[in-house]
C-alpha cells in the first residue's frame, strides 16, 4: 500500500507541479492551458458571456422549451443536473481553502477564472449538443436515449483517428466519477454526521447510498427530475442563510471587497504563509480552487447537457454558461462575504491538537514568512510555559492547518499552560513531571468546511447558536446531489466504452463503491482523483481548440436565424 500511495503521490506531483518556473513556484502546465483555452475561447466568440447570457437566463427557464425536441430532459433539467455536480462541497470547502492559503485576494482569481469558464463551458456543451447521439428508447431500466460529451465530439468532430483519445477520455473520467464524484462525497457526509451527531459511518454511508441507488437506477429522466427540486433547494437554503449574514453586517461588504481587491495584487502574510507580495501564490490558489469550483473545461457537464430536449445546440450552450456565474460569481462570492466579514479567515480558534493523526503536521518558514512543510518531523519540540521553545526561520513547528501553533495547553480551557516535550515519533506530549499525554489544547487557524461553518456560526449569532447547521445540512445536499449527478457521467462513459449492457453494473459498482466510501479513509482515492481529473481535462481542451471554429459558425448561424421564435410561444 505505501508503494501505491507513493506512486500516485508522484503522479500528482507530475500533473499538478510540472510547469513553468516563475521565482521559486511553478505555474503548472494544467493551469496554463485552462485559462488560456479560455482567454482563447472569450475572443474567438466576442465575449459570449456578455452578450448571449440574457439569451441564457430565457432559455434555462423554460420560455422556448418544445416537448417535441429529441432529448431527455428539459433546458432547466439538464442545468439543474450539471449544477447538483458542480455546486457542491467545493463551493463550502473549497473557497475556504483558497482564503486559507492564497489570503482575501484569492476570491478575485476566482472570479476571474470563472468569467473565463462561462466560455469554455458555452464551447463544450454546444459541441456536446451537436455531435450527441441520439438512440432509439431501451426498454431496460437507466438506459437513457442521448448520449454525449468529450468523447463523442472527439471522435465525431475531430475525426476517427482520434477515438483513442475519446476513449481515454471516457476510460479516466468514469475512474474520476467514482472516485471524487461519488465515493468522496460520501466519505464528506459520512464524516459530518459522525463528528456532529456521532453517527456510524456505516450507517450514514447506508443511508446515502440508498438514496443513490433509488435515483440512478432510473436514469437520466428521473436524475433530472430529483436535481430540478434538489439543486434549487439546496441553494436557497445555503444563499438564505449567507444573505442573512451579509444583511446583518452590512456596513463590513465595502470594506470586504475593498480586502479582496487590494490582496489579490498586493497580499500581505496570509494565514498559512502566503508571504508578503506573493502575487503569484495567491492567484495559484484562487485559479485552481475556481477551476475546480465550476468544473468548465473539465469536460463532466456536457454529457448532462447533452440529455436536453433541443435540436438547436447553441440553446443549450448559452443555458451552460450561466453555471459558473451561478457556482462561483453568486455561491462562492457568498462564502468567501461570509468568511470574511465575521474575521474568521484569519483567527485561531481552541482546538484539540492530537498528536497522533487529524490535521497535524510540521512546517518550517522562511524569511518572508512563507510555511513549508517538512518532510520529515522533528525528533522533539521544547515547549517552555506553553510557547515553543524554537520558533525562528528554519525551525520545524508543529502546525495544524499547515499553521504553526504558537501556544499549547493542557485543558479545553486554556489555562493550563504545557511544559515539557513533544514527540512527533510517538504522538505524544510528556511534561516535566512526567505525565504523558497524547493531545493538548491551543489556538489553530481553521480550513475547509469547517471554516465556512465558524464563518456561519459567528456571523448568525445575534440570531441564535445555529448558523453552523446551514453548512451541515448543505454539506449532506450538495454531497448527495453531487453523488447523483456524478452517476449519469459515468454511467455514459460505461456506455461509450462498453455498450448498453455496462450500465446496470457500472451503477450497482457505483452505489457499493459509495457505501465503501463513507466507511474508509479515502486520503488515498482524493489523491487519485485529482491525478484522474488533471490528465481529463488535457484531451477535452485540445479538443475545444481544434473545434473552436465550428462553434464559431453554429453560434452564428442560431443567433441569424433567431429559431426560437418559430412559432413557438414567447409568453
Known sequence: MEFITNLVDQANSIVWSSGIPVGEERIPFVVIMLIGVGAFLTLRLGFIQLRRFG????????????????????????????????????????????????????????WVTAFLGMATKYTEVTLAQH????????????????????????????????????????????LTAFLTGNGVQANTVADTLQNNFAID????GLITASLVAAVILGGITRI????????????????????????LHLGDVMPALSLIFTEAFNPTAGVAGTGVGAVLMTMMWGVRRGLFSNEAGQGSAPIAHAAAKTDEPVSEGVVALLEPFIDTIVIVTMTALVIIMTGVWNERVPTEITLRGGDLSYVSSDAQGTYTE??????????????????????????????????????????????????????????????????????????????TELGFRRGLAPLGDWGHYIVIV???????????????????????????NAIFPYKVAYVLMHFLGAIVPLELAWTLGDVFLGIVILPNLIALVFLSGKVGELTNSYFERKPWNRGRSTN
Open 55 to 110: 439569451h441564457g437566463v430565457a432559455v434555462a427557464t423554460g420560455r422556448y422549451d418544445d416537448p417535441n425536441d429529441p432529448g431527455d430532459v428539459s433546458h432547466f433539467q439538464a442545468l439543474t443536473t450539471a449544477l447538483s455536480a458542480t455546486v457542491g462541497i467545493g463551493n463550502i470547502a473549497g473557497v475556504a481553502l483558497a482564503i486559507h492559503w492564497g489570503g482575501p485576494g484569492a476570491l478575485f482569481w476566482m
Open 131 to 174: 455531435y450527441r447521439k441520439v438512440e432509439v428508447a431501451d426498454s431496460r431500466v437507466g438506459v437513457g436515449t442521448v448520449s454525449g460529451g468529450p468523447m463523442y465530439y472527439i471522435e465525431r468532430g475531430m475525426g476517427s483517428k482520434w477515438k483513442w483519445m475519446a476513449m481515454f477520455f471516457a476510460f479516466t473520467l468514469g
Open 201 to 204: 459511518r456505516w450507517v450514514s
Open 224 to 247: 433530472g427530475k430529483v436535481t430540478s427540486i434538489l439543486a434549487p433547494l439546496m441553494a436557497a437554503i445555503y444563499v438564505f442563510g449567507a444573505l442573512t449574514i451579509i444583511v
Open 374 to 451: 517538512v518532510d520529515e518531523a522533528p525528533t522533539q519540540i521544547t515547549v517552555l510555559s506553553g510557547r515553543p521553545v524554537a520558533t525562528g526561520v528554519g525551525a520545524s513547528q508543529l502546525a495544524w492547518h499547515e499553521v504553526p501553533v504558537s501556544e499549547f495547553y493542557l485543558d479545553e480551557e486554556q489555562t493550563l499552560p504545557f511544559t515539557g516535550t513533544i514527540y512527533p515519533a510517538r504522538g505524544e506530549a510528556v511534561e516535566a513531571t512526567g505525565v504523558t499525554h497524547t493531545s493538548l489544547y491551543g489556538p489553530a487557524a481553521e480550513s475547509g468546511a469547517p471554516l
Open 474 to 500: 448543505s454539506v449532506l445536499l450538495f454531497g448527495v446531489s453531487t453523488a447523483i449527478a456524478w452517476s449519469y457521467y459515468g454511467d455514459r462513459c460505461a456506455n461509450y466504452l462498453f455498450g448498453h
